[in-house]
């Protein structure tokens, strides 16, 4: 993995807006297939467990904190919050069939939109949720945003800084970048304290060399 890779149109607002309406219209015929799930639902599911525990780690109860899943896609990880005992989350992307595919989904789980949850159709470089986080999940959000070549990595880490509470935390999933990559462009900017990487679950062997397929780690706004 590494954060040196070539623009392309998966990071263009077309080709996610495409992508959501497609799965949308095959949800709506099939509510057993909310379409795929970015790096996979075990990587879903360590996520999810990662941040809870380091929450409650930290003395929080996530019945109690304000979380976001900052490009929800097809809302399978906002629904899995859910399911984890989140009570106050936002789910929000920049296309409208992604937030639209994702409140179908969390309904088809049992969970309707409501005043702690909300889908919200927002944009990373110009966002206004209104309030800010205690906890920030991005499964993909960052790789997807630094593939558009007008893009940087300070503007993500910046932009997601302005989102969250301080002492808030952001949990994040990355198949394009390492650990350490990802530590020195957050570095780079004041305000930030590295947590913990999520240990093991995610790792391959190829001709006797090992790699992981992604990393899962841990930061928090400490000003």
Not at 11 to 35: C, I, K, M
Not at 54 to 62: F, H
Not at 103 to 113: L, M
Not at 158 to 185: D, P, Q, W, Y
Request: glycine share 10%; net charge negative; charged share 25%.
């Amino acid at each position: 993995m590494s954060s040196e890779v070539p623009p392309s149109n998966l990071g263009t607002q077309d080709h996610w807006d495409a992508v959501y309406q497609r799965e949308l219209t095959n949800f709506e015929s099939n509510r057993d297939d909310p379409g795929d799930i970015w790096y996979g639902e075990q990587a879903q599911s360590d996520m999810v467990q990662f941040g809870t525990d380091l929450l409650m780690d930290s003395g929080k109860d996530v019945e109690q904190v304000v979380a976001l899943d900052l490009g929800t896609g097809n809302g399978c990880l906002t629904l899995a919050l859910l399911e984890e005992g989140y009570k106050n989350v936002t789910a929000s992307d920049y296309v409208q069939s992604s937030v639209d595919l994702a409140r179908s989904v969390c309904s088809n789980g049992g969970f309707e939109a409501s005043e702690a949850l909300r889908f919200v159709l927002d944009d990373i470089n110009s966002t206004d949720f209104g309030q800010d986080f205690d906890v920030v999940f991005d499964k993909g959000t960052m790789d997807a945003y630094l593939l558009n070549p007008d893009h940087t990595r300070q503007m993500y880490v910046n932009r997601v800084k302005g989102m969250m509470k301080v002492g808030g935390m952001l949990v994040l999933a990355s198949c394009n970048n390492t650990v350490e990559e990802i530590e020195a462009f957050f570095g780079e900017v004041e305000g930030w304290k590295f947590l913990e990487e999520k240990k093991g679950g995610n790792v391959f062997s190829f001709g006797g060399q090992s790699g992981s397929t992604h990393v899962i780690l841990a930061f928090e706004k400490v000003c």
